[in-house]
Structures are given as C-alpha cells and as structure tokens.
C-alpha cells in the first residue's frame, strides 16, 4: 500500500486507526457508526482529495460514547463539525464545504472524482447487463468504468500527453532548439534499462497494470508509460553519480512493477529536473552558442 497503487479502501471502524496510504481516492465506511472525531480521522485518509462514503444499515456504534462526543448524524456534515468545536461562519463562505452538494467548495480532483461516480452509478445502475457478470471479459469492462481508475486514466494522459503526445523526455521538461537534440536517448530501453526494471510478464506491456486495468491512452501516438518511466530513470543516471543512482535503484524498487507512482513524483518536481540538467550541461549549452 505504501507504494500509492492503492485507491480505494473499504473498511469498518480499522479505517478510523491511523492507516496511512498514498495517493487514495475514495474510503467507504461499512458497518459502522462512527463519533465526530472518528469521522475526521477517516475523511483524514484522503489527505489532499477524495471521496468519503459512509454507508447506511444496521451498523456497530461507536465505542467510545461520551455526552460531548456525538455520533455522526444524518445532515450537513460541515454544521456538526462547526457545533462540536464552536466555531463561527464567517461571513460570505459558503456554510458547506465539501458536503450537501456544494461542489464549488472541493477540489477540482475532487469534483471530477464526484462526476464520474456519478456518471458509473447511473449507467451501472440502468445497464441490467452489469448486475449478473461474471466472465472475466465481462469484469475487466466494468473494471474499466470504476470511477478512481477514470480519473487516474485522465489525469495521466493530461500530465504527460496534454495536447500532444509525449515524444520524449527533455521536450517533456522544456528544452528546445540544438540543445535538445543533442540530447538523445536512443535505444535507451534495451542499452541502458537494468533488468527486470519496469517489466511486468502477464499484464499491459504499454503500462504494466493487469489488462483489464490499463491505463493506457486510447488512439495516443505518444510514448507508452513505461517507456515514458525509462526515460525518466535515464534523467535520473544523467544527474546522479554512480553511487547516488544504486541507491535511487534501490529507493524505487516498489515500483519496477507499477511505475505510476514513479511517474507521479517526476511530474510534480519536473521544473527542478530542467535545472538539474541545465547544471549539468551548462558547460555544453555554451559551446553551442559558440
């Protein structure tokens, strides 16, 4: 779990004690009811972004009952959370956030998140083909239209593909002209790729997730994510030295098999990967000014 695959966590009152997973999306809470501060640890999971669903039934309470310590009731989760501390609304802020509809109030994954739920709840729940599926062909379909892998799916293609195809790495991080076509990677997945690096028998060899799971963009002419991966971990041999990158092959072996998660950290520091590399051959960008 600590490699942030894991998306959705299904759980009872164990949601509510300090399990820490990456990257989640959705926590659905089953077969409890939980207090107002058992409820803030498991929206807590979510950390930045998500969806928080507590089903309803016949449910185990909370065993730590306390006069000043209510159980979640039904209604605007934002007013009880309000009431138990005794905080005040300030004025002109929406009195919802992140509840009773307001949509305004979350944030854009979030909102998108809330969208496609909605969207695969009216069609799995209008598509009478849905309920009675068990063939393996049948799941992958319906593992394909689960809300958290739509997301992750757009939000992938957006990072890396956006309007064009990722053609490759140094383009990816900003470099144009000579410079960027002096730097090449050519052959770099059979050359340069330690073994068994990114490569995962049995599942989509375009991005090593099992097949009815694929995260690949449909009709993209741009590099597959695992090639997309290698030559990320190629950045990363250009700018470390030898010992520095045996170390950094050992920091990311979770992910030889799900590289997502080794894509996600790129993207989020790629503006320090273009200084990196501008460091490291400033020396050569000069001579080609020459």
């Known amino acids: 779990m600590i490699d942030g695959s894991k998306q959705l966590l299904i759980g009872t009152k164990l949601v509510a004690e300090g399990i820490s997973i990456p990257n989640l999306k959705m926590v659905i809470l089953t077969n409890f009811y939980p207090n107002i501060l058992e409820f803030i640890q498991i929206a807590g999971r979510l950390r930045e972004a998500g969806l928080c669903h507590i089903l309803k039934g016949r449910r185990r309470v909370s065993s730590w009952k306390h006069p000043r310590l209510p159980l979640i009731g039904e209604g605007c989760l934002a007013t009880q959370v309000r009431d138990f501390y005794n905080l005040e609304l300030a004025s002109r802020v929406n009195p919802h956030s992140g509840c009773c509809g307001a949509v305004i109030t979350m944030p854009e994954a979030t909102r998108d998140l809330l969208r496609d739920v909605r969207e695969t709840a009216a069609t799995v729940g209008s598509d009478e083909s849905f309920r009675y599926q068990s063939s393996p062909s ?41 410079f960027r076509e002096s730097l090449f990677l050519y052959g770099v997945d059979i050359h340069f790729c330690p073994w068994e690096v990114f490569t995962a028998y049995g599942k989509c060899k375009n991005c090593l997730k099992d097949r009815y799971l694929c995260l690949c963009p449909p009709g993209t002419r741009g590099k597959s994510y695992r090639d997309i991966a290698i030559e990320i971990l190629a950045v990363h041999r250009i700018i470390l030295n030898d010992e520095k990158n045996e170390v950094h092959l050992k920091k990311i072996e ?37």
Do not use: I, M
């Not at 799941?139 to 309007?163: C, D, I, M, Q």
């Not at 200084?275 to 020396?283: A, E, I, R, S």
């Open 138 to 178: 049948s799941n992958s379909t319906l593992a394909n239209r689960l809300p958290f892998r739509t997301v992750e799916a757009k939000r992938f293609k957006t990072n890396f593909h956006g309007w064009e195809a990722f053609s490759d790495v140094f383009k990816f991080l900003g470099f144009t002209g000579s």
């Open 254 to 290: 979770p992910y030889f098999k799900d590289p997502f998660p080794y894509l996600d950290q790129f993207y989020k520091k790629k503006e320090k990967f273009y200084q990196k590399v501008l460091l490291k051959y400033y020396w050569y960008l000069n001579l080609l000014s020459l």
